[in-house]
Nanobody
């Protein structure tokens, strides 16, 4: 599949944004989709991931638990990341990634994903 992330923007602290990862391809439902982010001068870090069809596993980074929600709509070939209570430290380029054969224990590892979309910038002002 090919992935495309969208929905980034500029928001004030405490605000919300919804990112969408849109995919092409008929096998999307079987893909684990993850969201990662990279701030300037920092390494790419895991944000959230949702497993493919039949596995129903979701993982979040501790830093976003309770604020971010990942969900998928296989009929629309999309995965969304609802981000609430955004803080300046959430500022980064956000990427979605996919892999068809990812095991649950590897969902947070960027090096395990073989498909990546382009990033979308999220900027949170204080």
């Amino acid at each position: 599949v090919q992935l495309q992330a969208s929905g980034g923007g500029l928001v004030q602290a405490g605000g919300s944004l919804k990112l969408t990862c849109a995919a092409s391809g008929r096998t999307f439902a079987s893909y684990t989709i993850g969201w990662f982010r990279q701030a300037p001068g920092k390494e790419r870090e895991f944000v959230a991931a949702i497993s493919g069809l039949g596995r129903s596993s979701i993982k979040y980074a501790d830093s976003v638990k309770g604020r971010f929600t990942i969900s998928r709509a296989n009929a629309q070939n999309t995965v969304s990341l609802q981000m609430n209570s955004l803080q300046p430290e959430d500022t980064a380029v956000y990427y979605c990634a996919g892999d068809r054969n990812l095991i649950v224990s590897s969902m947070a590892r960027a090096d395990q994903y073989d498909q990546w979309g382009q990033g979308t910038q999220v900027t949170v002002s204080s």
